[in-house]
Nanobody, 129 residues
Framework: QVQLVESGGGLVQPGGSLRLSCEAS????????IAWFRQSPGKELEAISC???????????DTVKGRLTVSRDNEAWTANTVYLQMNNLIPADTGVYYC???????????????????WGQGTQVTVSS
């Protein structure tokens, strides 16, 4: 079983920035799309962003477009981490952020939660003054 580990969450003031990390393995990132999801208080789990194995990106929530960037570590020997850079954070960004692996290899991104497996434990992001 593949294990994904998120980190980088925390408490930040509105307008601040955070960079979340999702550590997997280079082999996983070479074959599978990795997506970020968010569970906000009182809301359903929603897709935020995704990175394909070829470096393609998707941003699903209108509220995050232009403020979030998903990327992969490009150093060959450490290319096992997907990042979610979050800028100009707003209170609505508060929630637990999860990364997950697309179940099928070679597939493009999808916003559907059931298309993903090996969910990490999540990292809490709180945006508050």
């Amino acid at each position: 079983q593949v294990q994904l580990v998120e980190s980088g969450g925390g408490l930040v003031q509105p307008g601040g920035s955070l960079r979340l990390s999702c550590e997997a393995s280079k082999l996983v990132l070479d074959y599978y799309a990795i997506a970020w999801f968010r569970q906000s208080p009182g809301k359903e789990l929603e897709a935020i962003s995704c990175l394909t194995r070829n470096g393609g990106t998707e941003y699903y929530a209108d509220t995050v477009k232009g403020r979030l960037t998903v990327s992969r570590d490009n150093e060959a020997w450490t290319a096992n981490t997907v990042y979610l850079q979050m800028n100009n954070l707003i209170p609505a960004d508060t929630g637990v952020y999860y990364c997950a692996r697309r179940i099928e290899p070679y597939k493009d991104c999808s916003p559907v939660t059931t298309d993903y497996a090996d969910w990490g434990q999540g990292t809490q992001v709180t945006v508050s003054s």
